[in-house]
């Protein structure tokens, strides 16, 4: 029997094992899978949209480890406006000019051209 847990539980779950990969692990390679699971389940229909934004709206506010990996990884698919302006904001009037460098680094997925984008497997230019 396939037992899903709920979004919420879930979310919570994949967003701490990204923290923690952060925090312990030397290179986004390692846990790439944790993002492309977390983006998975914020695509998918389980979750309302609403606490997934808030979810990484939190992120803007706190930037714990793996924030910024987890935001580029994401709105790199995703380009939600409200995290964007969360990240504008941030970047413009930001307490830490350390947070605020980090926001400014995180809006750059939302132009066309993203050359940081290659430290992930999924958005590497396939030659």
Do not use: C
């Not at 809006?107 to 396939?126: M, S």
């Amino acid at each position: 029997m396939d037992v899903q847990w709920p979004a919420e539980d879930e979310l919570a779950e994949r967003l701490q094992v990204i923290r923690l990969a952060a925090k312990h692990l030397v290179g986004v390679n390692v846990y790439e899978h944790a993002l492309v699971d977390l983006l998975q389940l914020l695509q998918s229909d389980r979750l309302p949209h609403s606490t997934a934004v808030d979810a990484l709206l939190k992120l803007v506010r706190d930037w714990d480890w793996g924030a910024v990996e987890l935001l580029e990884f994401s709105m790199r698919s995703l380009q939600w406006p409200e995290v964007r302006e969360a990240l504008a904001a941030h970047a413009a009037h930001g307490d830490d000019p350390r947070t605020r460098d980090l926001a400014q680094q995180v809006l750059q997925v939302f132009e066309p051209e993203w050359p940081d984008g290659e430290i992930y497997r999924t958005y590497r230019p396939q030659s």
